[in-house]
């Protein structure tokens, strides 16, 4: 059950903990594309790349390590479902700045491969203390040489091909 105040969301669904003073905790109703009992995704405020979206649970843990196991399985139903071409924010009723037509989607929309990241821990740079999913669609073209992924984060370390 949701409790729905003029402009913000409180995920009280299923007396799970949840923070009045947490940016996930506390959501606009129409900032959710898609749900089900443990989980909700929305689009990212800052988005890396076109269709980046966030899944989150809707008990207010920290880290995935803290997710029963009802909780990841939905976390990661729910990945499966919005990187979905069919599902926003690839199809119609996803972010309005996205092309809507299946022409335009095919065009220009429709990712050529995703990452997919949880920052789990400050250390990790997670600077919002609710768990989050990141997927990230990727483009082709988007970066001269996308090889190494998230291994970016320590530049000295990524391009491991380069040492050996």
């Not at 689009?43 to 990841?72: C, N, Q, T, W, Y």
């Not at 001269?144 to 990524?158: E, H, L, N, Y």
């Amino acid at each position: 059950m949701f409790l729905r105040t003029p402009r913000t969301l409180i995920l009280m669904s299923y007396n799970m903990p949840h923070r009045t003073n947490c940016h996930f905790c506390t959501l606009d109703p129409t900032r959710i594309i898609a749900d089900n009992t443990h989980a909700l995704a929305i689009m990212d405020d800052f988005p890396v790349s076109p269709g980046h979206a966030l899944i989150i649970p809707k008990r207010h843990i920290a880290s995935l390590f803290e997710a029963s196991r009802e909780e990841r399985d939905a976390l990661f139903d729910l990945l499966e479902e919005v990187r979905n071409p069919s599902q926003p924010p690839f199809a119609k009723g996803g972010d309005k700045s996205h092309p809507t037509s299946l022409s335009e989607r095919e065009e220009k929309i429709l990712p050529d491969g995703f990452n997919i990241g949880i920052n789990d821990g400050a250390a990790a740079g997670q600077t919002v203390m609710h768990l989050h999913i990141h997927l990230i669609p990727r483009y082709a073209g988007d970066q001269p040489d996308p090889r190494g992924g998230v291994r970016w984060i320590f530049p000295d370390k990524a391009a491991y091909w380069n040492n050996g």
